[in-house]
């Protein structure tokens, strides 16, 4: 075998198993939106805007079961809202599905607490539509529907 191919051939591996060991881990991105799906719905809960508006890209939309649409800005709103208080907001069977930089999460949430006086128990079944960033992932989109259970 030439020596000089046997240099190159050596080197290349070496540099190849240097990539390897030096590259970020791999991110598990089911894992990774689970997380930050149970995140946003402790953010309701916790009556924390700040931190519900930190999953939102900036031009978020949620359409709900009248099929209005709600920009960010109200979706947060409600959040901080005195009239309004969240006891319960739990997501169950996630369904991830990620295609490169775009994800669906699809669940089903148990909603508990009070407009004003009137108490609430209800579920709803969810998409958000969630969009990678070089800030990580955020929801660019979300509906729901009223389930009855």
């Known amino acids: 075998m030439n020596p000089r191919f046997l240099r190159r051939a050596v080197l290349a591996a070496a540099l190849a198993c240097s990539a390897a060991s030096s590259a970020a881990p791999v991110v598990d991105d089911a894992a990774e939106l689970t997380r930050?799906?149970?995140?946003?719905?402790?953010?309701?809960?916790d009556r924390d805007p700040v931190a519900f508006a930190s999953f939102?890209?900036?031009?978020?939309?949620?359409?709900?079961?009248?099929?209005?649409?709600v920009?960010?800005?109200?979706?947060?709103?409600?959040?901080?809202?005195?009239?309004?208080?969240?006891?319960?907001?739990?997501?169950?069977?996630?369904?991830i599905r990620v295609h490169g930089d775009t994800a669906l999460v699809i669940a089903d949430l148990h909603q508990v607490g009070r407009n004003g006086d009137t108490p609430?128990?209800?579920?709803?079944?969810?998409?958000?539509?969630?969009?990678?960033t070089p800030a990580g992932w955020k929801c660019v989109s979300g509906h729901a529907t009223r389930l009855q259970k």
Do not use: C, G, H
Not at 36 to 43: E, H
Not at 122 to 131: E, L, P
């Open 36 to 45: 930050l799906d149970q995140a946003m719905q402790r953010a309701v809960v």
């Open 56 to 69: 939102l890209t900036d031009d978020y939309v949620l359409v709900v079961s009248n099929s209005r649409m």
């Open 120 to 132: 609430f128990d209800y579920w709803v079944r969810y998409t958000d539509t969630w969009i990678r």
């Open 71 to 95: 920009d960010k800005s109200a979706v947060v709103a409600e959040i901080d809202s005195p009239d309004a208080r969240m006891d319960v907001n739990d997501s169950t069977d996630l369904r």
